[in-house]
């Protein structure tokens, strides 16, 4: 997979500095550069153009970045990373995980993109020979004091609203009934996928994105 069938988009926060990765896999972006767009480096890639929801970003946070290359973009595989996230490529024999199954590194610098291949587009052309989806491993949630993804989602922490989960829930139930049986069996579960990073497979993503930002009925 070459850089014309295979874009990552990196969504980056002005209140959130951090290193910029960009080589042929990585393509970062500012993330709601419509409403400051003084305080974007030149470095980055914009979402304000074309057909955006820049100035929705404070709602939308790193998916105004998603749904810019939905719009805007034409690839074979799609990827999101955000902020100072990013999927680490590195063997698992090497990995050392916390118990929310992610890997902090104190600094970034050309050590840890190599450690964690983010500049060797080798290693996903393997992944994705083999798979159309890539997302982060599962955490298991009792190991961190919670019984369910709901149970993590409505204590976890003060800036997420159970109402908005709840909100979601109706949504899907009225608009997305065909989804409703996998939803309440993620909910229900102690299993749940962070971050929000992944590489699908355009026809994944196109489905995907189009049920993120609602713009067809069930399928």
């Not at 964690?116 to 290693?123: M, V």
């Amino acid at each position: 997979i070459n850089k014309m069938n295979l874009k990552i988009c990196v969504s980056y926060r002005k209140d959130l500095p951090c290193e910029v990765l960009k080589n042929d896999i990585y393509i970062p972006f500012c993330c709601g550069a419509s409403l400051t767009p003084e305080m974007w480096s030149s470095k980055l890639e914009r979402d304000d153009t074309g057909d955006n929801i820049s100035s929705a970003s404070q709602e939308y946070c790193e998916l105004s970045v998603q749904y810019w290359a939905w719009k805007n973009m034409k690839a074979d595989y799609f990827g999101l990373a955000h902020y100072r996230r990013f999927l680490s490529l590195a063997p698992e024999s090497t990995r050392c995980l916390n118990s929310w199954q992610t890997i902090e590194e104190q600094t970034f610098n050309e050590i840890s993109k190599s450690v964690h291949r983010l500049n060797d587009a080798s290693e996903i052309q393997n992944l994705l020979n083999k798979y159309e989806v890539i997302v982060p491993i599962e955490t298991e949630l009792k190991n961190v004091g919670f019984a369910s993804v709901e149970d993590q989602y409505k204590k976890g922490a003060w800036y997420l609203h159970g109402e908005d989960l709840d909100l979601t829930k109706e949504i899907i139930e009225k608009y997305y009934p065909s989804y409703s049986k996998a939803m309440k069996e993620y909910l229900s579960g102690s299993k749940a996928i962070f971050c929000n990073l992944f590489i699908l497979k355009d026809k994944f993503f196109q489905d995907y994105s189009t049920f993120l930002f609602g713009e067809e009925k069930d399928p």
